[in-house]
């Protein structure tokens, strides 16, 4: 697509709840991020998914936070038995690297507005 | 450890005013370097990138950075800023080659007065 997607948008959902947030990068992109930015804060990353490689999973908080990358496109971050310091906004960002080549530059989604009640 | 520091983390300025956003990185070789900016309610969208060559570079709307080795800087700088201009910037760093991912600072929240 022209951009990085996003669904939902907007999601309030019950404590306790388990939440499937989507991302679907900018079409031949091989990298992929999860950032996540609480209120007021600056941006916290999770994961990042390059190509076949294994996941960098160093950011996830907890083991309630789990993300896959089916396909090597569109990514599903998962928060299981969601608690209220969950609720951020959370960021999906993707790169066209390749090669080994770093430098190249990361476009961001919109981002899904998560709300634990 | 290495990082990305924006030791401003709020500044006012009038429309029509300059504008100087500093950010400083402690990584040893010089890394390729990002302006992001983030309006209320929006994803983050590139000002500015800097990879080699020119150490000034021109982004959209109208910023600006420069880098410099010898102070590990890469401030972003704006002549006149625009009551539009208002939201949250953030310098970033690729670090991948140094095991490490896009490496954001805290950012920088600008407001701007009539």
């Known amino acids: 697509g022209a951009g990085v997607s996003q669904s939902p948008s907007n999601k309030v959902t019950e404590k306790g709840k388990d939440v499937e947030l989507r991302c679907d990068p900018i079409s031949g992109h091989t990298a992929l991020y999860w950032y996540r930015q609480s209120l007021g804060q600056g941006l916290e990353f999770l994961i990042y998914?390059?190509?076949?490689?294994?996941?960098?999973k160093s950011g996830l908080p907890s083991d309630r936070f789990s993300a896959e990358r089916t396909g090597g496109s569109v990514s599903t971050l998962t928060i299981q038995r969601t608690q209220q310091e969950d609720s951020a906004v959370y960021l999906c960002a993707s790169s066209p690297l390749a090669g080994g080549f770093s430098g190249n530059t990361i476009y961001f989604g919109e981002g899904s507005w998560l709300t634990v009640v | 450890a290495q990082s990305v520091t924006q030791p401003d983390i709020h500044i006012t300025v009038s429309e029509g005013a300059s504008l100087e956003l500093r950010c400083n990185y402690s990584?040893?070789?010089?890394?390729?370097l990002f302006w992001y900016v983030q309006s209320p309610g929006q994803g983050l969208q590139l000002l500015l990138k800097?990879?080699?060559?020119?150490?000034l570079v021109q982004g959209i709307k109208g910023f600006e950075a420069e880098f410099k080795r010898s102070q590990s800087s890469f401030n972003l700088r704006k002549p006149s800023v625009h009551w539009s201009d208002a939201a949250e910037y953030f310098c970033a760093v690729d670090a991948r080659n140094y095991g490490q991912n896009f490496v954001f600072g805290p950012g920088t929240r600008l407001s701007v007065l009539p």
């Open positions: 998914f390059q190509g076949n490689s294994a996941p960098d």
């Open positions: 990584y040893g070789a010089t890394p390729y």
């Open positions: 800097y990879f080699s060559g020119d150490t």
